[in-house]
C-alpha cells in the first residue's frame, strides 16, 4: 500500500539542477534507504520526500490512509506533517529541557491529550532506554542518548513514515547497533521508515529498499539482494597460510571458471563465474593436489563494496 | 609581519562576506552618522515654540516678542490669560510660556516681573530654553538699564549745566556781595570817624548877672527914653488917636521895659550881661565847633549815603542773582525729582525674571522617569524581541518545529507573547520600586501601563523584526542595540529635539520612543487622561499592528532561505 509518490519531481537551487525527473513509490511498512555520494541529493529527495522543501517540478504526492485518495504534499502539507516525523542530522530538541519535557513539549505540539503524551512518551522512554535518565537536561545526554530522544521527539505523536536523516552519523559500533534496533521495531510497529545515510552498513542491514541516488535522479530503486546482481557477484574469502601452499593454491584456483583473484596475505578472495562450480572445482584440486587451508566462506558482496559501482563511476 | 596582514585580510574577507556583519559594521556606523549628521546640522534656528501672554501687547511687548521670533524661537500669542499656554505647555505644544507685564518700561523703584513657565520633566530642554530665554530678557534688562542709567546721567548732566551755569550767578553775587560787603566796611568805617562827642566846656553863669544889670540900665534908659517919646508924643501934630495908639504902645514898652528891668533887677548872678555876652561867646563857641563837627558829619553822612546806595545796588543785584540762581536750583531739583527709579537694584536689573515649574512638588525622579521607564522598555523589548527570535531560529528544535501542526503565526505571537511576560515583569518590578519612591504615581498605573503594553509591542515587534532579517545572534543583537541607540538618540532624551532641523524633527516626532516617552510623562506628570493621549495611543498601535504584517511578510519571504541554512547546517556541521 503506497503512501507517498515522487512524480518527476526536480529540484534547483540557485539555478542549479540538483534532481530532476524523480519518480519514486514509498509502499507502507518499508524501510527505505537513500544513498549517494556526497553532494548526490540524497539528503534533497529525503527533504522532498518528506514534505520539507518543495519541487521545482513535479508533483510529491501523499496518499491518505482514510480515503487512499492522492493528495499533493505541498499542498496539503499542514494537514499531512502531523503524520510525519522527521529527525534530522544534527539534534532537534530543545538541550535545556529535560528528556520528558522534550517529548511532552511536541507531544502537546502534536495536540495529543496529555495522558497519551505521557502514556507515549513513557513507551518510548522505555523502549529508547531513556526512561532512567528522563529528567536529565538533553544537553547532558551522550551522542547515542540523544540520537535516541531526537527519534522518540520524531515519534512521541505517533506518525506513519519516519524520516531519519543520517542517523549513524558520529555514533561508535555500539550506539549504532542500538539505533538500528530501534529503528527495527519502530517500523515492526507498522511505521514507514526512510532514511538517508553514507553508513551503509546500517543501511543494508535496515532497509527493505534502497535508493542510489547518482547524478541528479534516482539511478536504482531495489532491494539489496536485486542491487547487487548487476554489479559483483557473490565471493569466495579463502583463509590459507602464507608461503609455497598459497601460491600452488593460486595456480590451481585460475584452472576455474573464475574472473579474478584478489591475494589478501592471509586472504584470497576469488570471484567465481560459477560459484557452485568453482566450489566443487577447488574442492577436487585440494584433494588431488593434497592442498589446504584454513576455512573457506562463501560470501554476497556488500553494500559498501557494489557502492562505488552503484553509486559511483565505477563500471 | 606577513602572517599578521595574512590574518587581517582573512579576517576582513571573512567579515565582508559575512553580509549582515558587513551590513553592520560597514553601514550601521555610516547611517548612524548621517542620520545624526543630518539631525543636527543645524546651528541656527531652535524648534522651540514659546508661549507669550501680556495682558496688553504693548509697543515695547510687540518689539521684544518681535526680538524672540526674530531670533530662534517660534512665538506663540495668548491674549487671554496665562492658564491657557500653561495647559499647551503640558500637552507638549509650547516648550515655555512667559508672562509679560503690559509694559517693559521701568518708571518707579518696583522692577518688572517677567514669569517664565517650564516643563521641568523636559529636563535637557528646560535649561536649553532658560537660559536662551533668559538671555534674551537678560539683554532686554540691559538695555533697560543701560536706558535707565542714561536718563539719569542726562537729568545729572542737565544738572550739571545749570548748576555750571548757576556759578556764574552765584560767583557774581558773591562778587556783589563782596563789593556791599567793601561798601558797608568803607561806610562803618567813616561814620566811626564822625565825632559826635559832646563839647566839654564848662559856662560861667554870672556873666548872666552882669548881662542881666546892664540890661537893666539899658532897660531904664530905655524907659527915659519912652518918656521922652511920650513927651515928643505929645507935642508932635499928630492925632489923638495915633497918639494914643503910640502913647500905647510907648506904655506896652514901658511895660515891657519895666518888666525887663525887674526880671533884670532881680538877677543877682554875676555875669551881669557881659557874662550872658561870655557864655553866649562860648556857646557860640561851641555852637561853632558843634557846627563844624556836624559839617564833618555830615559829609561823612552823605558819603555813607552814596555808599549804602551803591550796597544797595549791589544787594538788589545779589538778591535777584539768588532769585535765579533759586529758580534753577527748583528747575533742577524738578529733574531730578522726575528720575523715579533711584534704587540701584532696580537701575541694574529693571527686569526680574522668575521661573515657574508646571509640575511643581515633583522630584527629578518624576522628571526623569518616563524617559527611563521607556528606555528600559524599549531595549529590554528589543532584544529581547530579537534573542527571543534568534533562539528559536538559531534552536536546534527549529527543523522539527516545521513538522509540528502549529501555523507560524502562532510562533510568532508566543515569541511575543513571551517578551510581553518578561516585560511585565520587568515592569512589576520597576513600578513597584518606583513607587515607593513616587507613590503618588500609582493613579497613573493603569493608563500607564496600557502605554507601555502598546510601546513594549511596538517595540518587541521591531526587535523580532530584526530577529527575522538577520542571520546571527551576534549582529542581530547588535542591529537590535544600534536600532534603540538611534531611536534614544533621536529621541530627544539625550539631545533635544528641537536642537533639530526642522524637517527631520518632524519626521522623528513620530518616533515610536518620543510617543511613548510624551505619553508616560504627560500621564505621570500632568495626570492626562485617555482623551488627551488616544490618537498618539492609536499611532502606537498603528506601528504595532503594521509592524506585526510586517513580520508575518518577511517570515514567509524568508523562511525558504532559512531552512535552506537550517539544512546546510544540519547536514554541514561536524
Same mark, same amino acid.
Given at each position: 500500500?503506497?503512501?507517498?509518490?515522487?512524480?518527476?519531481?526536480? +529540484?534547483?537551487?540557485?539555478?542549479?539542477?540538483?534532481?530532476?525527473?524523480?519518480?519514486?513509490?514509498?509502499?507502507?511498512?518499508?524501510?527505505?534507504?537513500?544513498?549517494?555520494?556526497?553532494?548526490?541529493?540524497?539528503?534533497?529527495?529525503?527533504?522532498?520526500?518528506?514534505?520539507?522543501?518543495?519541487?521545482?517540478?513535479?508533483?510529491?504526492?501523499?496518499?491518505?490512509?482514510?480515503?487512499?485518495?492522492?493528495?499533493?504534499?505541498?499542498?496539503?502539507?499542514?494537514?499531512?506533517?502531523?503524520?510525519?516525523?522527521?529527525?534530522?542530522?544534527?539534534?532537534?530538541?530543545?538541550?535545556?529541557?529535560?528528556?520528558?519535557?522534550?517529548?511532552?513539549?511536541?507531544?502537546?505540539?502534536?495536540?495529543?491529550?496529555?495522558?497519551?503524551?505521557?502514556?507515549?512518551?513513557?513507551?518510548?522512554?522505555?523502549?529508547?532506554?531513556?526512561?532512567?535518565?528522563?529528567?536529565?537536561?538533553?544537553?547532558?545526554?551522550?551522542?547515542?542518548?540523544?540520537?535516541?530522544?531526537?527519534?522518540?521527539?520524531?515519534?512521541?505523536?505517533?506518525?506513519?513514515?519516519?524520516?531519519?536523516?543520517?542517523?549513524?552519523?558520529?555514533?561508535?559500533?555500539?550506539?549504532?547497533?542500538?539505533?538500528?534496533?530501534?529503528?527495527?521495531?519502530?517500523?515492526?510497529?507498522?511505521?514507514?521508515?526512510?532514511?538517508?545515510?553514507?553508513?551503509?552498513?546500517?543501511?543494508?542491514?535496515?532497509?527493505?529498499?534502497?535508493?542510489?541516488?547518482?547524478?541528479?535522479?534516482? +539511478?536504482?530503486?531495489?532491494?539489496?539482494?536485486?542491487?547487487?546482481?548487476?554489479?559483483?557477484?557473490?565471493?569466495?574469502?579463502?583463509?590459507?597460510?602464507?608461503?609455497?601452499?598459497?601460491?600452488?593454491?593460486?595456480?590451481?584456483?585460475?584452472?576455474?571458471?573464475?574472473?579474478?583473484?584478489?591475494?589478501?596475505?592471509?586472504?584470497?578472495?576469488?570471484?567465481?563465474?560459477?560459484?557452485?562450480?568453482?566450489?566443487?572445482?577447488?574442492?577436487?584440486?585440494?584433494?588431488?593436489?593434497?592442498?589446504?587451508f584454513q576455512n573457506m566462506d562463501l560470501r554476497k558482496p556488500s553494500l559498501n563494496e557494489i557502492f562505488p559501482f552503484v553509486a559511483g563511476n565505477k563500471l | 609581519m606577513n602572517t599578521l596582514w595574512l590574518l587581517t585580510k582573512k579576517n576582513l574577507q571573512l567579515l565582508l562576506r559575512a553580509k549582515s556583519s558587513a551590513l553592520i559594521v560597514v553601514f550601521a556606523p555610516l547611517l548612524t552618522i548621517l542620520?545624526?549628521?543630518?539631525?543636527?546640522?543645524?546651528?541656527?534656528?531652535?524648534?522651540?515654540?514659546?508661549?507669550?501672554?501680556?495682558?496688553?501687547?504693548?509697543?515695547?511687548?510687540?518689539?521684544?516678542?518681535?526680538?524672540?521670533?526674530?531670533?530662534?524661537?517660534?512665538?506663540?500669542?495668548?491674549?487671554?490669560?496665562?492658564?491657557?499656554?500653561?495647559?499647551?505647555?503640558?500637552?507638549?505644544?509650547?516648550?515655555?510660556?512667559?508672562?509679560?507685564?503690559?509694559?517693559?518700561?521701568?518708571?518707579?523703584?518696583?522692577?518688572?516681573?517677567?514669569?517664565?513657565?517650564?516643563?521641568?520633566?523636559?529636563?535637557?530642554?528646560?535649561?536649553?530654553?532658560?537660559?536662551?530665554?533668559?538671555?534674551?530678557?537678560?539683554?532686554?534688562?540691559?538695555?533697560?538699564?543701560?536706558?535707565?542709567?542714561?536718563?539719569?546721567?542726562?537729568?545729572?548732566?542737565?544738572?550739571?549745566?545749570?548748576?555750571?551755569?548757576?556759578?556764574?550767578?552765584?560767583?557774581?553775587?558773591?562778587?556783589?556781595?563782596?563789593?556791599?560787603?567793601?561798601?558797608?566796611?568803607?561806610?562803618?568805617?567813616?561814620?566811626?570817624?564822625?565825632?559826635?562827642?559832646?563839647?566839654?566846656?564848662?559856662?560861667?553863669?554870672?556873666?548872666?548877672?552882669?548881662?542881666?544889670?546892664?540890661?537893666?540900665?539899658?532897660?531904664?534908659?530905655?524907659?527915659?527914653?519912652?518918656?521922652?517919646?511920650?513927651?515928643?508924643?505929645?507935642?508932635?501934630?499928630?492925632?489923638?488917636?495915633?497918639?494914643?495908639?503910640?502913647?500905647?504902645?510907648?506904655?506896652?514898652?514901658?511895660?515891657?521895659?519895666?518888666?525887663?528891668?525887674?526880671?533884670?533887677?532881680?538877677?543877682?548872678?554875676?555875669?551881669?550881661?557881659?557874662?550872658?555876652?561870655?557864655?553866649?561867646?562860648?556857646?557860640?563857641?561851641?555852637?561853632?565847633?558843634?557846627?563844624?563837627?556836624?559839617?564833618?558829619?555830615?559829609?561823612?553822612?552823605?558819603?555813607?549815603?552814596?555808599?549804602?546806595?551803591?550796597?544797595?545796588?549791589?544787594?538788589?543785584?545779589?538778591?535777584?542773582?539768588?532769585?535765579?540762581?533759586?529758580?534753577?536750583?527748583?528747575?533742577?531739583?524738578?529733574?531730578?525729582?522726575?528720575?523715579?527709579?533711584?534704587?540701584?537694584?532696580?537701575?541694574?536689573?529693571?527686569?526680574?525674571?522668575?521661573?515657574?515649574?508646571?509640575?511643581?512638588?515633583?522630584?527629578?525622579?518624576?522628571?526623569?522617569?518616563?524617559?527611563?521607564?521607556?528606555?528600559?522598555?524599549?531595549?529590554?523589548?528589543?532584544?529581547?524581541?530579537?534573542?527571543?527570535?534568534?533562539?528559536?531560529?538559531?534552536?536546534?528544535?527549529?527543523l522539527r518545529n516545521f513538522f509540528v501542526p502549529i501555523q507560524k503565526v502562532t510562533f510568532i505571537l508566543s515569541t511575543y507573547l513571551t517578551t510581553l511576560v518578561l516585560i511585565v515583569v520587568q515592569l512589576a518590578i520597576i513600578l513597584g520600586i518606583a513607587l515607593i519612591f513616587l507613590p503618588q504615581s500609582y493613579v497613573a498605573l493603569p493608563l500607564s501601563g496600557l502605554i507601555l503594553f502598546f510601546a513594549?509591542?511596538?517595540?518587541?515587534?521591531?526587535?523580532?523584526?530584526?530577529?527575522?532579517?538577520?542571520?546571527?545572534?551576534?549582529?542581530?543583537?547588535?542591529?537590535?542595540?544600534?536600532?534603540?541607540?538611534?531611536?534614544?538618540?533621536?529621541?530627544?532624551?539625550?539631545?533635544?529635539?528641537?536642537?533639530?532641523?526642522?524637517?527631520?524633527?518632524?519626521?522623528?516626532?513620530?518616533?515610536?520612543?518620543?510617543?511613548?516617552?510624551?505619553?508616560?510623562?504627560?500621564?505621570?506628570?500632568?495626570?492626562?487622561?485617555?482623551?488627551?493621549?488616544?490618537?498618539?495611543?492609536?499611532?502606537?498601535?498603528?506601528?504595532?499592528?503594521?509592524?506585526?504584517?510586517?513580520?508575518?511578510?518577511?517570515?514567509?519571504?524568508?523562511?525558504?532561505?532559512?531552512?535552506?541554512?537550517?539544512?546546510?547546517?544540519?547536514?554541514?556541521?561536524?
Amino acid at each position: 500500500m503506497e503512501v507517498i509518490q515522487l512524480k518527476e519531481v526536480s +529540484k534547483e537551487y540557485n539555478k542549479a539542477t540538483i534532481l530532476e525527473h524523480v519518480n519514486l513509490l514509498v509502499e507502507q511498512g518499508d524501510i527505505i534507504g537513500i544513498i549517494g555520494q556526497s553532494g548526490s541529493g540524497k539528503t534533497t529527495l529525503l527533504n522532498l520526500i518528506a514534505g520539507f522543501v518543495a519541487p521545482s517540478s513535479g508533483e510529491v504526492v501523499y496518499f491518505s490512509k482514510i480515503d487512499r485518495q492522492p493528495k499533493n504534499l505541498n499542498q496539503n502539507f499542514s494537514k499531512i506533517k502531523k503524520h510525519l516525523g522527521f529527525t534530522p542530522q544534527r539534534s532537534s530538541f530543545y538541550p535545556k529541557l529535560s528528556i520528558k519535557e522534550n517529548l511532552i513539549h511536541f507531544g502537546q505540539l502534536y495536540g495529543l491529550e496529555r495522558s497519551m503524551i505521557l502514556e507515549n512518551a513513557k513507551n518510548l522512554l522505555q523502549f529508547t532506554g531513556l526512561y532512567e535518565h528522563r529528567d536529565k537536561l538533553a544537553e547532558q545526554l551522550s551522542g547515542g542518548m540523544q540520537r535516541r530522544l531526537d527519534i522518540s521527539c520524531s515519534l512521541v505523536h505517533k506518525p506513519k513514515i519516519l524520516f531519519l536523516d543520517e542517523p549513524m552519523a558520529d555514533l561508535d559500533p555500539i550506539m549504532q547497533e542500538g539505533i538500528i534496533q530501534l529503528i527495527q521495531e519502530v517500523n515492526k510497529q507498522g511505521v514507514t521508515v526512510i532514511i538517508a545515510s553514507h553508513h551503509l552498513e546500517s543501511v543494508e542491514r535496515l532497509c527493505s529498499q534502497i535508493v542510489v541516488v547518482r547524478n541528479r535522479t534516482i +539511478k536504482n530503486y531495489a532491494e539489496v539482494d536485486e542491487l547487487r546482481k548487476p554489479f559483483l557477484k557473490d565471493n569466495l574469502v579463502i583463509n590459507i597460510k602464507a608461503g609455497k601452499e598459497k601460491d600452488l593454491l593460486i595456480t590451481a584456483l585460475r584452472q576455474l571458471p573464475i574472473s579474478k583473484i584478489v591475494d589478501q596475505g592471509h586472504q584470497l578472495v576469488v570471484y567465481p563465474e560459477d560459484t557452485e562450480g568453482t566450489v566443487l572445482g577447488l574442492l577436487k584440486i585440494v584433494k588431488k593436489e593434497d592442498l589446504s587451508f584454513q576455512n573457506m566462506d562463501l560470501r554476497k558482496p556488500s553494500l559498501n563494496e557494489i557502492f562505488p559501482f552503484v553509486a559511483g563511476n565505477k563500471l | 609581519m606577513n602572517t599578521l596582514w595574512l590574518l587581517t585580510k582573512k579576517n576582513l574577507q571573512l567579515l565582508l562576506r559575512a553580509k549582515s556583519s558587513a551590513l553592520i559594521v560597514v553601514f550601521a556606523p555610516l547611517l548612524t552618522i548621517l542620520i545624526l549628521g543630518l539631525s543636527f546640522n543645524n546651528s541656527a534656528k531652535y524648534g522651540i515654540n514659546i508661549g507669550v501672554y501680556a495682558p496688553v501687547f504693548s509697543p515695547d511687548v510687540e518689539a521684544f516678542v518681535s526680538t524672540l521670533q526674530e531670533g530662534e524661537f517660534k512665538i506663540v500669542k495668548y491674549e487671554a490669560n496665562i492658564e491657557e499656554c500653561i495647559e499647551d505647555l503640558k500637552q507638549g505644544f509650547v516648550h515655555s510660556c512667559i508672562s509679560l507685564p503690559e509694559s517693559l518700561s521701568v518708571e518707579s523703584n518696583r522692577p518688572k516681573e517677567i514669569t517664565f513657565y517650564v516643563d521641568p520633566s523636559r529636563v535637557n530642554l528646560v535649561w536649553m530654553v532658560e537660559e536662551t530665554v533668559k538671555n534674551k530678557f537678560n539683554l532686554k534688562s540691559q538695555q533697560l538699564s543701560e536706558e535707565l542709567a542714561q536718563d539719569m546721567l542726562s537729568r545729572l548732566q542737565q544738572t550739571k549745566t545749570g548748576l555750571a551755569e548757576e556759578k556764574a550767578t552765584v560767583a557774581s553775587a558773591k562778587d556783589k556781595s563782596s563789593t556791599a560787603a567793601g561798601s558797608t566796611n568803607a561806610i562803618k568805617s567813616g561814620l566811626s570817624s564822625v565825632d559826635v562827642a559832646p563839647p566839654t566846656t564848662t559856662y560861667d553863669l554870672t556873666a548872666l548877672t552882669t548881662f542881666k544889670e546892664n540890661l537893666a540900665g539899658r532897660l531904664t534908659e530905655g524907659k527915659s527914653k519912652i518918656s521922652a517919646a511920650r513927651g515928643a508924643l505929645s507935642d508932635s501934630n499928630v492925632s489923638s488917636t495915633a497918639k494914643t495908639k503910640i502913647s500905647s504902645f510907648l506904655t506896652q514898652a514901658e511895660a515891657e521895659l519895666i518888666a525887663a528891668e525887674e526880671s533884670f533887677a532881680n538877677n543877682t548872678g554875676e555875669g551881669s550881661f557881659a557874662a550872658v555876652s561870655t557864655l553866649v561867646e562860648s556857646l557860640n563857641t561851641d555852637l561853632t565847633s558843634a557846627k563844624a563837627k556836624l559839617a564833618a558829619a555830615g559829609e561823612k553822612v552823605a558819603s555813607a549815603g552814596t555808599g549804602l546806595d551803591g550796597v544797595q545796588t549791589s544787594l538788589q543785584e545779589t538778591l535777584k542773582l539768588l532769585e535765579s540762581a533759586q529758580n534753577n536750583a527748583n528747575s533742577m531739583l524738578s529733574t531730578l525729582e522726575a528720575q523715579k527709579v533711584t534704587d540701584a537694584t532696580v537701575l541694574s536689573s529693571p527686569l526680574i525674571t522668575k521661573v515657574e515649574r508646571v509640575a511643581a512638588g515633583k522630584t527629578y525622579l518624576n522628571y526623569l522617569f518616563s524617559g527611563l521607564l521607556v528606555l528600559v522598555i524599549m531595549f529590554s523589548s528589543l532584544l529581547l524581541g530579537t534573542t527571543l527570535v534568534m533562539m528559536e531560529k538559531n534552536s536546534p528544535a527549529f527543523l522539527r518545529n516545521f513538522f509540528v501542526p502549529i501555523q507560524k503565526v502562532t510562533f510568532i505571537l508566543s515569541t511575543y507573547l513571551t517578551t510581553l511576560v518578561l516585560i511585565v515583569v520587568q515592569l512589576a518590578i520597576i513600578l513597584g520600586i518606583a513607587l515607593i519612591f513616587l507613590p503618588q504615581s500609582y493613579v497613573a498605573l493603569p493608563l500607564s501601563g496600557l502605554i507601555l503594553f502598546f510601546a513594549a509591542s511596538v517595540f518587541t515587534f521591531i526587535g523580532m523584526l530584526i530577529g527575522y532579517v538577520f542571520v546571527s545572534e551576534e549582529t542581530g543583537v547588535l542591529a537590535s542595540i544600534s536600532a534603540g541607540s538611534m531611536m534614544l538618540f533621536v529621541s530627544g532624551l539625550i539631545l533635544p529635539l528641537e536642537s533639530m532641523s526642522a524637517s527631520l524633527r518632524n519626521v522623528i516626532a513620530f518616533n515610536p520612543f518620543v510617543i511613548a516617552e510624551r505619553l508616560i510623562r504627560e500621564v505621570v506628570i500632568f495626570d492626562a487622561s485617555i482623551k488627551v493621549l488616544w490618537q498618539d495611543l492609536l499611532i502606537l498601535f498603528g506601528y504595532a499592528a503594521v509592524l506585526f504584517l510586517l513580520i508575518l511578510i518577511v517570515e514567509s519571504v524568508l523562511h525558504d532561505r532559512l531552512k535552506d541554512r537550517i539544512l546546510h547546517r544540519h547536514q554541514k556541521q561536524p
